[in-house]
């Protein structure tokens, strides 16, 4: 058998489980997950690695009608993945009536290439409501096959899996067959931080957010982290912070766990918070941000 190689890349509205599909897909926490919207900003590759095959997977933001400058450039991330996909897994759950964003509706209709529709979080609903939603998207997206799954419990993942492998393309790898992300270590870290800060936070807080890795130090028995939390008001800061430190103990503890538990290795996390006015509406400091 020939190798196959390809891109597959995730889209669909907000919330809806791209980032658990992908997580599932790879076995490797990549991508973080919260029951809050708009958690992804990036496009994330995960990369899947055998003899015979490599895929790349690509979580993106869920799509949004875009309100500030960091939605807009979340959306050209969006734009860029339905650009160099072999195959696109188009996301909704059985909650999404209707597509709301009609723009993206429109362009997979046009996509020449092999598009799965999966109906996520079927371990919610009823067989009646997941066969509703089935016929629906038939009928929406007729050349779209349609697949029901449950991202969180892994169930109809093999399904997902093998009709990927039928429908990727023959060719040579694209990354190191070593490689799990073209994403550094440090990324991750920044990402499981914010994840936190997603979890523990309301509001607006977690959307004014973003975390920035100053050090990364690798010693013998000991990986060294310094990280800021950028917001984007005094208040915010002090939210992050809580009563006596709390707030900012407590992200930076369960961030550090889940740090540990990726580069396999003890990590001494220190966190402090900056406050950068509106940075989420300067391009440039979106450029400095990585966006
Ligand atoms: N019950 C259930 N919840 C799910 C399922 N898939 C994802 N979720 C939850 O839905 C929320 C959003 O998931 P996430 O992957 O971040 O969605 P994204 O915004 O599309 O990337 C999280 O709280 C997930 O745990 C599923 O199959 N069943
Ligand atoms: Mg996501």
Known sequence: MSHKAGFVNIVGSPNVGKSTLMNQMIGEKLSIVTSKAQTTRHRIHGIVNDENYQIVFSDTPGVVNASYKLHEQMMSYVESSFKD?????????????????????????????????????????????????????????????????????????????????????????????????????????????????FLFTDKEVPYCSQVDVNTYEEEENIIRIRATIVVERDSQKGIIIGKGGDMLKKIGR???????????????????????????????????YGY
């Open 85 to 197: 996909a072999d195959i696109l897994l188009f996301i909704t759950d059985i909650y999404e009536s209707e597509m709301n964003h009609k723009e993206t509706l429109e362009r997979i209709k046009k996509l020449s290439i092999p598009v799965l529709t999966i109906v996520n979080k079927m371990d919610l609903g009823s067989q009646e409501q997941v066969e509703k939603r089935i016929l629906y998207w038939k009928e929406k997206l007729p050349n779209a096959e349609v697949i029901p799954i449950s991202a969180l419990h892994g169930f109809g993942k093999e399904w997902v899996w093998q009709r990927i492998l039928d429908l990727l393309p023959k060719g040579p790898a694209y990354f190191e067959k070593e490689d799990l992300s073209d994403r550094p270590v440090r990324f991750f870290v920044a990402e499981m931080i914010r994840e936190k800060i």
């Open 254 to 288: 369960e961030a550090r766990k889940d740090i540990e538990n990726f580069v396999g290795k003890q990590v001494f996390l220190q966190t402090f918070v900056k406050v950068d006015k509106d940075w989420r509406e300067s391009e440039v400091k979106l450029k400095k």
